[in-house]
C-alpha cells in the first residue's frame, strides 16, 4: 500500500495559484500538489498526468511546501537572475542619470563619446552593445534616423536611403567635394 500524499496545509494556496497561474509550469506545480491530495493519485499518475518525471514532481511538491512556508524563497525566472550582470539595476539607472543629465532636457547622445564615462563610472570596461543594452534597459531609444554623420562636416542628405550607385545623394564629403 502507497503512502498517502502529504501537504494538506498548501491546499488553498495550490487552488489560489490553479486559479491565477500565467504559465504552464505554474499550473503543473498547482496540479503536483493538488492532483494527489484532492482526487488520490500517487506520484507516478500525478506525475503521467502532468508530463514530467517522478522525480520532477516530488521536487515540484516539495518545493511549492517549502515556499508556501516561508522556508525557501520561491525560484527567480532566467531574465531576474542577470548572472552576467555589470552592475544591479539601480546602481545602472543612477549611472546614466550621471553621465547623461543633458539628455533629458533633449540633448543629442552619441553612445561611443559616453562610453568611456560610463566604464569610469563602473570600473571595468564595457563593450559598445553593453552600453546600448544599458540604455534600453532604462527607456532610452533612437527617436530619429541618422541621415547624417554627426562629426561630418556635410550637410544632410535630401533623400537619406540614397538613390544613386554610391548611396550618397546630396552630401559633401570631408574636403568640400560632392560625394551624392
Known amino acids: 500500500m502507497t503512502r498517502s500524499a502529504s ?15 500565467r504559465t504552464a509550469d505554474e499550473l503543473r506545480l498547482a496540479q503536483s500538489v493538488l492532483l494527489p491530495l484532492e482526487l488520490g493519485l500517487s506520484i507516478e499518475q500525478t506525475a503521467r498526468a502532468i508530463g514530467r518525471s517522478n522525480g520532477a514532481t516530488c521536487t515540484m511538491r516539495t518545493r511549492f511546501g517549502k515556499v508556501a512556508t516561508g522556508q525557501m524563497s520561491a525560484p527567480r525566472s532566467k531574465r531576474q537572475l542577470r548572472n552576467r550582470a555589470n552592475t544591479d539595476l539601480d546602481r545602472e539607472r543612477q549611472i546614466l542619470d550621471e553621465v547623461l543629465p543633458d539628455a533629458a532636457s533633449g540633448g543629442v547622445v552619441v553612445i561611443p563619446q559616453i562610453k568611456p564615462a560610463i566604464e569610469a563610472k563602473l570600473g571595468k570596461t564595457l563593450a559598445l552593445s553593453s552600453v546600448y543594452r544599458m540604455l534600453a534597459r532604462h527607456g532610452w ?11 561630418g562636416i556635410g550637410v544632410r542628405c535630401p533623400n ?7 548611396g550618397m545623394d546630396g552630401m559633401l564629403g570631408a574636403f568640400g567635394e560632392s560625394v551624392c
Open 7 to 21: 501537504g494538506t496545509e498548501h491546499i488553498t494556496a495550490a487552488r489560489k495559484l490553479l486559479k491565477t497561474a
Open 141 to 151: 531609444r533612437k527617436l530619429a534616423p541618422d541621415t547624417y554623420h554627426p562629426q
Open 160 to 166: 537619406a536611403r540614397g538613390t544613386n550607385k554610391a
